[in-house]
T-cell receptor, first 114, second 111 residues
């Protein structure tokens, strides 16, 4: 069966420091991968998605970037964190690049920028 | 771009009460519809989904949802809730390969 991992689970970082959050998927190949940010009372906001290695699409302009160095690895990064980057970050995967797809979510990383 | 509306962000009810959560979306084409649930301290997980066919969809844990195309709605229901249904519920719409989420309903069931 497929599983999705995210780490770290919780991270506290100072403003201006770099960030690297990692997401890996097991048990499938060539998944679509997604990064979301979840804010209380605001639902989930899609940040990035990727349909293949090195292919990244950004949904909103921001202080963050994403990379996909391997088929089942998706990384969310920042060179300099802002206070507003605090939040709960979710990685998700889906199998098919067609409309009839279900996305499956990881456990998330809670980021606090101080 | 599609948008998803969920009303009554906070819902508090007693065990055995019935639950209905509304979800409306704004997109005129063919959509796929989902309800996700996030129990305290757990992953966001799929509760049920609608792609085509019978508009009344049954999911896990006794939940069901009805797709009403004319109303652009996909409301979630459960006839008798339990304390373990305390969670946050998200409606989502997939169109153009993008999953748009509503803001969620925080449901608290009092024993």
């Amino acid at each position: 069966s497929q599983t999705i991992h995210q780490w770290p689970a919780t991270l506290v970082q100072p403003v201006g420091s770099p960030l690297s959050l990692e997401c890996t998927v097991e048990g499938t190949s060539n998944p679509n991968l997604y990064w979301y940010r979840q804010a209380a009372g605001r639902g989930l906001q899609l940040l990035f998605y990727s349909v293949g290695i090195g292919q990244i699409s950004s949904e909103v302009p921001q202080n963050l970037s994403a990379s996909r160095p391997q088929d089942r690895q998706f990384i969310l990064s920042s060179k300099k964190l802002l206070l507003s980057d605090s939040g709960f970050y979710l990685c998700a995967w889906s199998k098919l690049a067609v409309r009839q797809e279900t996305q499956y979510f990881g456990p998330g990383t809670r980021l606090l920028v101080l | 771009a599609q948008s998803v509306s969920q009303h009554n962000h906070h819902v508090i009810l007693s065990e055995a009460a019935s639950l209905e959560l509304g979800c409306n979306y704004s997109y005129g084409g063919t959509v796929n519809l989902f309800w996700y649930v996030q129990y305290p301290g757990q992953h966001l997980q799929l509760l049920l989904k609608y792609f085509s066919g019978d508009p009344l969809v049954k999911g896990i844990k006794g939940f069901e949802a009805e797709f009403i195309k004319s109303k652009f709605s996909f409301n979630l229901r459960k006839p008798s809730v339990q304390w373990s249904d305390t969670a946050e519920y998200f409606c989502a719409v997939n169109a153009y390969n993008r999953l748009a989420f509503g803001k969620g309903n925080q449901v608290v069931v009092i024993p």
